[in-house]
């Protein structure tokens, strides 16, 4: 099993560099009213009211030291302007900055609260934002133009954060009635992932477990670039963008949204 080592650092910079460029492409004239076909049902404002009330939630509790207080769901703040007012982005833009620099100061070994079955650190809202910011960085490229894909080593950690996150924590998309071992390869990093499920239950194997037991050979496999399989695995793209082999419903088990 690969692991990416992601750092406070590595996943502020990706944050910059996916925030800014979410922004150009929401800034542009007349994209308000456009559709996000990734997010149906969605408009271009309606994601930049989105993604801006997510920044303001962590913002808002991810500096408090409880780890045992559930932060309730993501809700679009009462200040947020209108999806087609002109001054969302704006108001955005001031988001952005503001949760740059809450994370900025923010030690990575605080206690804060999470939902997945990580330490209950900081540092899990650090990698949490810079995947959130990059997903929806597609989506609205995607929306206005020709979508670039997700940074190579940032995407690597966005596959290994579906499987060693939302996975466990239930965050599925995909049918749970499946049972098989899936293996992933990201080709342009040489990373793999060997992924076991049984129903609702999901586990990362170690490549050396994996091959001292075959009595449970891979029954689906996709390789491809890391952003490819990010995007796949987030349903953004199919898995027929990818090199897939075996049984598609295990693959499409590893879905999350």
Same mark, same amino acid.
């Given at each position: $099993?690969?692991?990416?080592?992601?750092?406070?650092?590595?996943?502020?910079?990706?944050?910059?560099?996916?925030?800014?460029?979410? +922004?150009?492409?929401?800034?542009?004239?007349?994209?308000?009213?456009? $559709?996000?076909?990734?997010?149906?049902?969605?408009?271009?404002?309606?994601?930049?009211?989105? =993604?801006?009330?997510?920044?303001?939630?962590?913002?808002?509790?991810?500096?408090?030291?409880?780890?045992?207080?559930?932060?309730?769901?993501?809700?679009?703040?009462?200040?947020?302007?209108?999806?087609?007012?002109?001054?969302?982005?704006?108001?955005?833009?001031?988001?952005?900055?503001? =949760?740059?620099?809450?994370?900025? #100061?923010?030690?990575?070994?605080?206690?804060?609260?999470?939902?997945?079955?990580?330490?209950?650190?900081?540092?899990?809202?650090?990698?949490? $934002?810079?995947?959130?910011?990059?997903?929806?960085?597609?989506? #609205?490229?995607?929306?206005?133009?020709?979508? %670039?894909?997700?940074?190579?080593?940032?995407?690597?950690?966005?596959?290994?954060?579906?499987?060693?996150?939302? +996975?466990? #924590?239930?965050?599925?998309?995909?049918?749970?009635?499946?049972?098989?071992?899936?293996?992933?390869?990201?080709?342009?990093?040489?990373?793999?992932?060997?992924?076991?499920?049984?129903? %609702?239950?999901?586990?990362?194997?170690?490549?050396?477990?994996? +091959?001292?037991?075959?009595?449970?050979?891979?029954?689906?496999?996709?390789?491809?670039?890391?952003?490819? +399989?990010?995007?796949?695995?987030?349903?953004?793209?199919?898995?027929?963008?990818?090199?897939?082999?075996?049984?598609?419903?295990?693959?499409?088990?590893?879905?999350?949204?």
């Amino acid at each position: $099993m690969s692991r990416t080592h992601g750092s406070k650092d590595f996943w502020l910079t990706a944050l910059r560099a996916d925030g800014a460029a979410f +922004l150009a492409a929401v800034g542009e004239p007349g994209v308000a009213t456009a $559709m996000v076909p990734s997010c149906p049902d969605w408009t271009v404002g309606d994601l930049v009211r989105h =993604l801006g009330g997510v920044y303001r939630r962590t913002r808002s509790n991810a500096g408090s030291g409880a780890v045992d207080q559930h932060w309730g769901p993501v809700v679009i703040p009462d200040d947020a302007p209108a999806g087609t007012d002109e001054r969302l982005v704006p108001w955005f833009a001031a988001e952005l900055a503001q =949760l740059d620099a809450f994370l900025d #100061a923010l030690d990575s070994d605080l206690p804060a609260w999470n939902w997945a079955p990580h330490a209950k650190t900081a540092a899990f809202w650090h990698r949490r $934002m810079a995947h959130e910011t990059a997903i929806h960085r597609w989506d #609205a490229q995607l929306a206005t133009g020709l979508p %670039e894909p997700l940074e190579s080593k940032l995407a690597g950690d966005t596959v290994a954060e579906v499987l060693d996150t939302f +996975l466990p #924590a239930g965050r599925r998309r995909g049918p749970s009635n499946v049972s098989g071992v899936v293996h992933l390869v990201a080709a342009d990093l040489g990373h793999e992932w060997y992924v076991r499920l049984r129903g %609702e239950g999901v586990a990362l194997l170690d490549t050396d477990t994996l +091959l001292d037991d075959d009595a449970h050979p891979a029954r689906a496999a996709a390789s491809g670039t890391a952003s490819d +399989l990010a995007l796949a695995l987030w349903a953004r793209i199919a898995f027929d963008v990818v090199e897939t082999a075996g049984d598609h419903a295990l693959l499409k088990a590893l879905r999350v949204a």
